[in-house]
């Protein structure tokens, strides 16, 4: 049996549709659902070149037409933030005193990449780094801080000397408990040989024994 609809009906149903889907879509995915992830901080030797990651997690595919992105520098946090690149339907570098042309994008828009790699890294290069993501419909403006240092030399290796130590110590315990199991092992091994022996021995007696008793029995009359 097929139930006809009147038009007016039919568009309240179709509206009740996409209420239902709108529901769902947004309990499924919030308007806070965006996260940027950085790395809190990074360091860098001077005169070399350095990748500096940022990427988000959101529910909606990235639409070139409505995606924007700032990264902005900072020499500290109560400084003005300087806007280094932007994105405006291409990823656009902007003119710099401080960077140059030694910022290049690297990042990859499909896989929500939005990573950086400055050439060349100067002193002038430390402070605080921003990066800004949204991804409409996420309502939220997605912000990641990166704290970014930059050495003149590499710091010293860690002291391995307590590693070494507790490793020499690990590995002479381990020694001593495989020595023992050899040991132990030997031990058995010998006694197991002794009583070996010894029942060879009494056979042996045993045979000898029963064979002089024949012959003293042959002999008598």
Known sequence: MH??????????????KLSC???VMFL??????????????INALNGTKIKIPCSFTSCYKLDPSKFAMNWTYQET????????????NKVLPLKSNRFGDRVVFTGNLEKNDLSITI?????????????????PPDRILG????QFFVLTELPPPRDSTIAVAIGASVGGILALLILSMVV???????????LISDEQK???????DGEGGTEEATKQP
């Open 77 to 88: 946090s109560n400084s003005t933030e300087e806007m280094f690149m932007t994105y405006k």
């Open 28 to 41: 499924a995915c919030p308007a806070s659902s965006m996260d940027v992830l950085v790395p809190q901080q």
């Open 21 to 23: 889907v709108a529901l």
């Open 184 to 194: 132990v092992k030997c031990i058995r091994r010998h006694k197991n040989q002794e």
């Open 143 to 146: 912000h990641g801080v990166i």
């Open 202 to 208: 009494m056979e042996e007696e045993g045979k000898v």
């Open 3 to 16: 139930i006809l609809l009147q038009p007016g009906r039919m568009q309240r149903m179709e509206a009740l």
């Open 119 to 135: 050439l060349d890294v100067q002193l002038t290069d430390e402070g605080i780094y921003n990066c800004y993501v949204r991804n």
